[in-house]
């Protein structure tokens, strides 16, 4: 069973430009996180899906963010406008919900530089 | 608000020996997971153990053991018989609702 993989694993941009990121959650898994991480902190809540809905969003999500899970699979994270406070490293997780256990499975990240 | 605290930035602990990271929480919730995850020098997060908030018995994983007293709120990890590939930042964090809250993170350094 493979793990959580994002794509691509490093991106570089100049401020003002458009970001797409991937996320492949492990097969099965109903739910998908984004979190966000900067240099020596924790992990910070972006948002999570069930299957294909969106439930909810962190403050922190701009209106210059944007997620989608089309079909409940695959989940992309696309930030407009990029500013250089964007510069973090972006998380995906995924789980597999029954009841109330919740244990969340992290990729390797995808690390934003905005220049 | 739900908070995850870790008060040391870093630790460092002798090759074979065991160590003790420290964390608190706060929640007025009263069903929550809490976690540990490792996070070695540029690779992913690794679940390491779960505690669930109503079981009294501390999780156990191998050589990690967690020392869970939830009228403190308190989540310390021991790891026994330490080794070089240990060596990781360590991430303490809260499943509050749907989300992890995670602390700020303690590096652990393992001499040889």
């Known amino acids: 069973d493979t793990g959580v993989s994002q794509d691509p694993r490093h991106k570089i941009t100049k401020r003002g430009q458009n970001v797409t990121f991937r996320c492949d959650p492990i097969s099965e898994h109903n739910r998908l996180y984004w979190y966000r991480q900067t240099l020596g902190q924790g992990p910070e809540f972006l948002t999570y899906f069930q299957n294909e809905a969106q439930l909810e969003k962190s403050r922190l999500l701009s209106d210059r963010f944007s997620a989608e899970r089309p079909k409940g699979s695959f989940s992309t994270l696309e930030i407009q406008r990029t500013e250089q406070g964007d510069s973090a490293m972006y998380l995906c997780a995924s789980s597999y919900v029954t009841g109330v256990t919740d244990t969340q499975y992290f990729g390797p990240g995808t690390r934003l530089t905005v220049l | 608000a739900q908070t995850v605290t870790q008060s040391q930035p870093e630790m460092s602990v002798q090759e074979a020996e065991t160590v003790t990271l420290s964390c608190t929480y706060d929640?007025?919730?009263?069903?929550?997971?809490l976690f540990w995850y490792k996070q070695p020098p540029s690779r992913q997060m690794i679940l390491v153990i779960r505690q669930e908030a109503y079981k009294q018995q501390n999780a156990t994983e191998n050589r990690f053991s967690v020392n869970f007293q939830k009228a403190a709120k308190s989540f310390s990890l021991k790891i026994s018989d330490s080794q070089l590939g240990d060596a990781a930042m360590y991430f303490c964090a809260g499943l509050y609702g749907n989300k992890l809250v995670f602390g700020a993170g303690t590096i652990l350094r393992v001499k040889s």
């Open positions: 929640t007025s919730e009263s069903d929550y997971y």
